[in-house]
């Protein structure tokens, strides 16, 4: 059986170490009275819920699955879940950074994303039906009218209700300017919508009394594109003027698609017959208002992978200490059995390394992204909240898609690390691996990731965004290159930084002539920059690491040879990857399409 075991010394190593976090919420009103203690014990105690509620219905869930009652439309998620998500609702979980004004707690945003890592670690298809409503409070906690703020937004900081969005048609996924989805207005200012929407995860179930959904849809009229796409709030039962539920809305679930993985999360084909809605912010621009709810999706998907790659890494190295094969190369080690633990030998431990390196890289950049979020939001001077969301803009891509695409890396080396048993559903792993694929998928294909990356956040400003964060880079290497002891890191970062750079010209010079360039190049570029945000953080944690050798506390040797793993044996896949990023869109052009 699987164990998982709340990473809270790491966490508050980023927290209070590596990042500062309540010194910044000093300079936020609303967040300045939040001292290290208050973090520490929110944390502490949400450990205690992901690992000892949520956890355990890990496995059964994904066995048991979601089943619909095919007279009814009505979906059941897993045994336990309901009963799970009434002690997160009891808990004031779902509440946590939401506003006061609407009876949230107002914790900053960087303590629920770290609450979220140990729930996904615990159990990611659990996880999405609270991550998907905290999405839909942000969307019309943003967007919503006040009518619409105050029928929803109470409802959904409670978790009395929970939310989904609605984007996905069956001929149409990241092009939404393909979508159908009609929405005709109604004589109450409401609107009939009409059409089919399809891989709404948490799209029905039974958790919750009700369902906000945020569909997409077209007024009449409408410009054709994605110019032509409105945002509406279509809840699963209407609800009455005096805030109770009254009948059941035109929205039921059609069926549930059979998945790969995430088999306790109801991803649903909903059919919209005339379900009523009304209009969130303005008609035309749904995108715009709906970017909120995605880009929170984004970071809470890279969130998912990131939970993984952490559940994965600790049973993985249970394993390898406990197992025993074969003798080390260099000599039996284990005098006393027959055979010597696998954790002997150096590429299970590579293997090892590079999960722990993941998931503590992707921790460092995870907390850094939400305190910028947390600035963005909260910070009172304007000059910071625009630095600060252009940070955010600029590494959520990065996020998504780095974080994801390195946790199907380390879930699948940790499932490796167990041989054959890795294979066997009992051991658990082969769920961590088949959870971890669609988070590359969703929320934007990594692909997606890439050209939002390299096209809108870095060639469209002429990369003023990627500038500021290599002015940190900068910073770090001015402050910490004249020590001996850095030079390990900051060189191959310096080196990095100044190959960054220049590709990023080449790339630039070259898309002037070909559009083609960018897509080409994008997916190998979003991984060197990954990778030079992680050599920052890296750097980062090992100077902390180097300064407390001296106390003796082994956390500090485990963070400074992990620093040195990642140096030594990952950052150089950049050397690879800046060259076939170079190599040009011809390669891949070239061939007559009669060909393949």
Not at 315 to 327: E, W
Not at 495 to 504: A, E, M, P
Not at 516 to 545: C, K, N, P, Q, S
Request: hydrophobic residues 40%.
């Amino acid at each position: 059986m699987p164990q998982y075991t709340p990473p809270l010394r790491d966490m508050q190593f980023v927290l209070h170490e590596l990042i500062d976090v309540t010194t910044a919420f000093k300079a936020m009103p609303a967040h300045a009275e939040v001292d290290v203690d208050t973090v520490n014990a929110v944390l502490e105690e949400g450990g205690k819920f992901a690992a000892g509620v949520v956890f355990p219905l890990n496995q059964s869930g994904d066995a048991e699955g979601c089943t619909r009652d095919p007279a009814t439309h009505a979906v059941r998620a897993p045994a336990g879940y309901k009963q799970a998500y009434a002690q997160y609702v009891e808990g004031g979980w779902a509440s946590l950074s939401c506003d006061p004004a609407y009876g949230g707690q107002g914790l900053p945003q960087v303590v629920n994303q770290c609450f979220y890592e140990m729930l996904n670690s615990a159990n990611q298809a659990w996880t999405m039906y609270p991550g998907l409503s905290h999405g839909a409070y942000e969307a019309l906690h943003a967007h919503g009218t006040p009518e619409q703020q105050a029928t929803y937004l109470p409802r959904l900081t409670s978790g009395e209700w929970t939310g989904s969005m609605c984007l996905t048609e069956p001929h149409c996924g990241t092009d939404l300017g393909l979508l159908r989805t009609k929405a005709e207005p109604l004589a109450d200012g409401s609107y009939a919508i009409t059409g089919n929407k399809i891989f709404i995860s948490a799209g029905e179930h039974d958790l919750a009394a009700n369902i906000v959904h945020l569909v997409l849809a077209r007024l009449p009229g409408a410009p054709e594109g994605s110019k032509g796409i409105s945002l509406f709030v279509v809840p699963k039962f209407n609800v009455n003027a005096d805030g109770s539920l009254g009948a059941r809305n035109g929205i039921w679930c059609g069926g549930l698609e059979h998945k790969m993985g995430i088999h306790g999360n109801a991803t649903a084909q909903l059919v919209l017959d005339g379900a009523v809605g009304t209009l969130v912010g303005e008609p035309h621009k749904g995108l715009a208002a709906m970017f909120v709810m995605m880009n929170a999706a984004r970071l809470g998907v890279g969130m998912q992978s990131l939970g993984l790659t952490e559940v994965a890494y600790q049973n993985a190295v249970a394993y390898a200490k406990d197992r025993i094969q074969m003798r080390a190369l260099t000599g039996p080690k284990a005098l006393d059995k027959p055979a010597d633990p696998i954790i002997v030998h150096p590429d299970v431990r590579k293997m090892l390394l590079t999960a722990r390196a993941y998931a503590e890289g992707g921790r460092a950049l995870c907390v850094h992204t939400a305190l910028m979020l947390d600035q963005e939001l909260s910070h009172p001077d304007e000059a910071v909240r625009r630095a600060s969301a252009d940070e955010v803009a600029l590494l959520t891509p990065i996020v998504k898609a780095f974080l994801t695409d390195n946790g199907w890396i380390a879930t699948s080396h940790c499932l490796q690390v167990f041989g054959g048993h890795g294979y066997i559903r009992e051991w658990g792993m082969e769920q961590y691996v088949r959870d971890a694929r669609i988070n590359m998928i969703y929320e934007g294909t990594n692909t997606i990731q890439s050209l939002d990356l390299l096209g809108r956040k870095v060639l469209a400003d002429n990369g003023r965004k990627l500038k500021a964060f290599g002015r940190r880079v900068a910073d770090l290497i001015d402050e910490e290159g004249v020590r001996e002891d850095m030079q390990e890191f900051i060189n191959p970062l310096a080196d990095l930084g100044d190959k960054v750079n220049k590709l990023t010209t080449e790339l630039g010079f070259k898309a002037m002539g070909n559009a083609d360039e960018v897509g080409g190049a994008a997916v190998d570029y979003l991984r060197v920059v990954g990778h030079l945000v992680f050599a920052y953080f890296w750097a980062r944690m090992a100077r902390i690491a180097l300064d407390q050798q001296g106390s003796g506390d082994p956390f500090y040797t485990a963070k400074l040879h992990t620093a040195r793993f990642y140096f030594a044996k990952l950052l150089p896949e950049t050397a690879s990857l800046i060259r076939t990023a170079r190599a040009g869109v011809a390669p891949l052009m070239a061939m007559d399409e009669s060909m393949f």
